[in-house]
């Protein structure tokens, strides 16, 4: 199967959702015209004249942010040195003091926990996770629970859009061996390319109309939240609009219920949980390799559930009267390709746009495995074969109100 014909069955599947998104260096004139995680630079000398003829750029406060490839100029947008405008030189040598105007805060979601987290003295008397019962039933109430406001996959391997799953910083996902490299900062998301791709729908499923229809209704639960260093639970459900407007959030009238399915019929424990992790300084950090994310969303327009081994999650939490007001961060872990495949495999014929078939799409899939799109960065069953990919989730969520169990 060739690469164009790939192109085209991937643009066939996403015909529904929005346009392709600018790449780094591509033009634009506004923010929206860049993908997840970049924003529209307009040089200092176009600004002057008049004019918004920009291109997209990663956001930077210092060099750091741009993962040692290139350097962070005034204005806050990294450039390779060869690169940067006329005009805009003068920020090379020295770094951004303040945040840029109507530019994604980079600290937000890049800055990796304190080094001494893991080191924390975790208290004795810890609450546990509220006993299911004998036989069990699933919660009838919820605490603090939040609705995405942003669901999007990793676009590239540089900081902000995954995470350092290894602990190596010298290695990193994709396109570690390209020329300029597709990644940097040790972060690892061999599955960059799903992002760039699947995005479109992702954004259109989230948010609430005009921009979208509001129909992925994705909730989390920062259960058994605290301040005194005691590990908590991050419980991820699918959520049912009770009352309010798809996509809604603190409006009022704006009621949320959460999916029986969420939970396994024989624990009544979430089927999807992120334990081990602390909340120190504004910042939820943690993970444990027996925990299993399921990733729960439209992609290229059709619904997958696929498994991610080994969840992380960095957050950053803002906190008013004690409570968490927001949450943002990223989740990283490992896809296995097969879990990946079987999840195009479980979707009925009837519901592929056909064309592309079903058959199709599956082949576009090996394709692109094969190609190295997909990068296969990891050996997950230990067999020597690297046989799964890392991914990085970006997300944002804010808190709604919830009735209680759907039934």
């Known amino acids: ?27 634009c004139s506004i923010d929206s015209e860049c993908r997840t995680s970049l924003f529209c630079f307009v040089p200092s000398e176009v600004v002057a004249a008049g004019g918004n003829e920009g291109t997209c750029r990663r956001p930077c406060h210092d060099d750091g942010d741009c993962g040692g490839l290139s350097v962070c100029i005034e204005g806050g947008a990294c450039f390779q040195p060869s690169q940067v405008p006329d005009g805009d030189e003068d920020g090379m040598d020295a770094p951004i003091d303040e945040t840029p105007v109507d530019v994604r805060d980079v600290d937000a979601v890049d800055t990796p926990p304190d080094d001494g987290a893991d080191e924390l003295e975790i208290p004795d008397d810890c609450p546990a996770r509220p006993d299911p019962g004998d036989p069990c039933s699933p919660p009838s109430s919820f605490g603090r629970v939040f609705r995405m406001t942003s669901f999007l996959v990793g676009e590239d391997g540089h900081p902000g859009s995954g995470l350092d799953l290894d602990g190596n910083p010298a290695t990193c996902s994709p396109g570690q061996a390209a020329e300029p490299p597709v990644c940097s900062g040790g972060i690892d998301n061999g599955l960059a390319q799903l992002g760039i791709m699947g995005n479109p729908s992702l954004r259109a499923a989230i948010l609430p109309p005009p921009d979208g229809n509001g129909t992925m209704n994705s909730l989390l639960e920062l259960t058994l939240f605290n301040e005194e260093g005691c590990p908590l639970m991050i419980d991820f459900y699918n959520g049912v609009r009770v009352s309010g407007e798809p996509g809604c959030m603190s409006e009022e009238g704006c009621v949320y219920a959460v999916a029986s399915a969420s939970f396994d019929p024989g624990s009544c424990l979430p089927v999807s949980s992120i334990g081990g992790v602390l909340f120190s300084s504004g910042t939820l950090a943690g993970g444990r390799d027996e925990d299993v994310y ?91 074969v690297k046989e799964s990919s890392t991914i990085g989730l970006l997300f944002s969520a804010l808190p709604v109100d919830v009735s209680g169990l759907a039934p």
């Open 1 to 27: 199967m060739t690469r164009a014909i790939i192109t085209l069955m991937a643009a066939a599947l996403a015909a529904a959702t929005a346009g392709c998104l600018g790449g780094i260096g591509d033009a």
């Open 294 to 384: 399921y990733f729960d969303a439209i992609v290229v327009g059709m619904h997958v559930v696929v498994p991610i081994y080994r969840p992380r999650v960095e957050a950053a939490v803002t906190t008013s009267g004690g409570e968490p007001a927001a949450v943002e961060g990223i989740i990283g872990g490992i896809v296995a390709k097969q879990d990946f495949m079987d999840a195009f495999a479980a979707i009925p014929e009837e519901d592929y746009p056909n064309p592309p078939t079903k058959d199709d799409v599956i082949a576009m899939w090996e394709t692109i495995y094969a190609d190295g799109p997909f990068e296969l960065d990891v050996d997950l069953d230990g067999d020597t």
